[in-house]
């Protein structure tokens, strides 16, 4: 089974197809390239959100694997780290507020609550790391995203040593 279409960068970068050049122009008017013009932060965000995603959406711009279809998408990956910080902060204050022991009724409460937070941080991890993933903002993610660029110069076509059927070796 053939895998996903890999974008035409991708392809000569890596150099295991033989394409001609109109294969290559053909291929690269195909594609499809996001508009980037119209990033701007949803409005359902709040300030400190809103630099967020300007800081990410900058980054992500940076390295060209942002549009303005990911407004969205990024808006998702912020509200959701947001809340899995917020989670965190609150699983770690009822940490240290345990009970004494010889109250039972207070511990019984005290576990009900650590479990109901821990499974929220959970929750809102798997959110935030999904939106992460979505985005490239993950390093294996990245990488997957990410055309490698090879140092080495481009290969010559091979039949440009010849000259009207002769090698140009200067005869």
């Known amino acids: 089974m053939p895998g996903p279409r890999q974008p ?3 392809v000569i970068a890596k150099g295991k197809k033989h394409l001609t050049k109109n294969e290559i122009e053909e291929r690269r008017r195909s594609e499809v390239r996001g508009l980037t013009n119209g990033i701007a932060a949803p409005s359902f965000l709040t300030a400190k959100q809103k630099r967020q ?3 990410i959406a900058g980054q992500l ?3 060209g694997i942002m549009s303005s279809t990911d407004n969205d998408a ?3 990956y912020i509200t959701a780290q947001g809340l899995y910080e917020q989670a965190v902060k609150d699983l770690a204050k009822v940490q240290k507020e345990k009970p ?3 109250d039972a009724g207070k511990l019984i409460c005290w576990v009900n609550l650590l479990e109901t937070l821990d499974k929220r941080v959970d929750r809102y991890y798997k959110q935030a790391q999904n939106a992460a993933s979505a985005l490239g903002l993950t390093i294996s993610s990245r ?3 990410v055309v490698p660029k090879s140092d080495e110069p481009p290969k010559g076509n ?3 040593r010849f000259e009207g059927g002769k090698a140009a070796s200067g005869k």
């Open 74 to 76: 990024l808006a998702r």
């Open 8 to 10: 035409i960068e991708l």
């Open 53 to 55: 995603f300007d800081v």
């Open 100 to 102: 004494h022991e010889a």
């Open 158 to 160: 091979k039949f440009d």
């Open 61 to 63: 711009l940076e390295i």
């Open 143 to 145: 990488c997957k995203l």
